[in-house]
């Protein structure tokens, strides 16, 4: 399967603890993003990356929130301290990154983490 | 300011043609996209339009886009069960990084 993928699919944690999620973006793409979707509400945009450096990041990324992609391939999204609020569907996405034509966004199967 | 509404429900038969409505604020919108996201699943991208087209057919697929009312829509023909899902209108600029999405409409197909 050449599409994108992320590990893991599920994750439970307690408030207060770390989590980190993988994202392992199609192989030709530059760009890699990460979207927050909670339920009944489409993604929300989180940050991107071109290449391995970090070129927006929204609002909504608190303090608490990290995304890095070091070599340019994969990407890591970790969350310290987790709340309650942070319960939703994390999803990665990759594009070509290659111009306008192209930047179409293929997104990964998720990952839903649930703070209890 | 950016933002992209969708009706939330739409339920039709099998068999019938379905029509997904979305509007979007931006008119420097330039792509156009229909995504589709079944149950604990990820978006898979159905198709997308260019600002400088006003019509797109794939298959099943029709894509209408009025720019002047920033106005999109998606008609699935001869609708089949396995068409239920949530369908999300998305938009991003030329060159853009961040697409922005629709709530998404929950199509239910009736057998």
């Known amino acids: 399967d050449t599409g994108v993928s992320q590990n893991p699919r599920h994750k439970i944690t307690k408030r207060g603890q770390n989590v980190t999620f993988r994202c392992d973006p199609i192989s030709e793409h530059n760009r890699l993003y990460w979207y927050r979707q909670t339920l009944g509400q489409g993604p929300e945009f989180l940050t991107y990356?071109?290449?391995?450096?970090?070129?927006?990041k929204s609002r909504l990324l608190s303090d608490r929130f990290s995304a890095e992609r070091p070599k340019g391939s994969f990407s890591t999204l970790e969350i310290q301290r987790t709340e309650q609020g942070d319960s939703a569907m994390y999803l990665c996405?990759?594009?070509?990154?290659?111009?306008?034509?192209?930047?179409?966004?293929?997104f990964g199967p998720g990952t839903r983490l649930t703070v209890l | 300011g950016e933002d992209v509404e969708q009706s939330l429900f739409l339920s039709v038969r099998e068999g019938d043609s379905s029509v997904i409505n979305c509007t979007y604020t931006d008119s420097s919108s330039t792509y156009l996209y229909w995504y589709k996201q079944e149950p604990g699943a990820g978006l898979q991208l159905l198709t997308y339009i260019f600002s400088n087209m006003d019509m797109k057919q794939d298959q099943r697929l029709t894509v209408l886009l009025n720019k002047k009312d920033k106005h999109l829509s998606l008609r699935i023909a001869d609708t089949q069960t396995g068409d239920s899902a949530i369908y999300f209108c998305a938009e991003s600029k030329a060159g853009g990084f961040k697409t922005i999405f629709g709530a998404g409409t929950r199509l239910f197909v009736k057998a």
């Open positions: 996405a990759s594009s070509l990154g290659a111009g306008e034509w192209t930047d179409t966004q293929y």
């Open positions: 990356f071109q290449n391995e450096a970090q070129l927006e």
